[in-house]
T-cell receptor
Framework: DAGVIQSPRHEVTEMGQEVTLRCKPISGHNSLFWYRQTMMRGLELLIYFNNNVPIDDSGMPEDRFSAKMPNASFSTLKIQPSEPRDSAVYFC??????????FGSGTQLSVL | DQQVKQNSPSLSVQEGRISILNCDYTNSMFDYFLWYKKYPAEGPTFLISISSIKDKNEDGRFTVFLNKSAKHLSLHIVPSQPGDSAVYFCAASDLNFGNEKLTFGTGTRLTIIP
């Protein structure tokens, strides 16, 4: 099993640009999570999906953030427009219902 | 509002000695607790968990203790090995939601000194 696959690994962009982060969950997992890691707040849950349906997006910081899961094998997290304070590591994780989470390697985002 | 707190950002322990990482939580609805380990440039990986019906769970060199009255849990690693150097995240959930909504702490960076 290839695990959770995230792309890109690193993203450097300028303030105001659109950023799209991608995630391929583990096949057979029906829950998908987007987390953001910062020094101050640790790992924050942004949004999670069950069977491709968004269940809880209360962690999405602003309307500039949006996430989609068009099918069971793909999800995106989009930031438009991006700001320097969005700089962080963004993790995608997947799981079977009520089982432990498997994380991807993360996307290191730097907004200049 | 941090519902899961790891008050020690870093910890250094001599190889072979015991490492103790601490975690406190404020939400009394939490009833399932986990520890994740993270190496640089990798995602967190599951280490060990404990349900609120227990006060101890052991897996090899790793033991997690839960004190519900104090809303405190700890991870003991004994003996500590150089490969244990990593960032450790404490996480908690309300089983009413299953494992699906995990709340994480800010992490503790453990360094094992050879």
């Amino acid at each position: 099993d290839a695990g959770v696959i995230q792309s890109p690994r690193h993203e450097v962009t300028e303030m105001g640009q659109e950023v799209t982060l991608r995630c391929k969950p583990i096949s057979g997992h029906n829950s998908l999570f987007w987390y953001r890691q910062t020094m101050m707040r640790g790992l924050e849950l942004l949004i999670y999906f069950n069977n491709n349906v968004p269940i809880d997006d209360s962690g999405m910081p602003e309307d500039r953030f949006s996430a989609k899961m068009p099918n069971a094998s793909f999800s995106t997290l989009k930031i438009q427009p991006s700001e320097p304070r969005d700089s962080a590591v963004y993790f995608c994780a997947s799981s079977r219902r009520n089982e432990k989470l498997f994380f991807g390697s993360g996307t290191q985002l730097s907004v200049l | 509002d941090q519902q899961v707190k790891q008050n020690s950002p870093s910890l250094s322990v001599q190889e072979g000695r015991i490492s103790i990482l601490n975690c406190d939580y404020t939400n009394s609805m939490f009833d399932y607790f986990l520890w994740y380990k993270k190496y640089p440039a990798e995602g967190p990986t599951f280490l060990i968990s404990i349900s609120s019906i227990k006060d101890k769970n052991e897996d090899g060199r790793f033991t997690v203790f839960l004190n519900k009255s104090a809303k405190h849990l700890s991870l003991h690693i004994v003996p500590s090995q150089p490969g244990d150097s990593a960032v450790y995240f404490c996480a908690a959930s309300d089983l009413n939601f299953g494992n699906e909504k995990l709340t994480f702490g800010t992490g503790t960076r453990l360094t094992i000194i050879p």
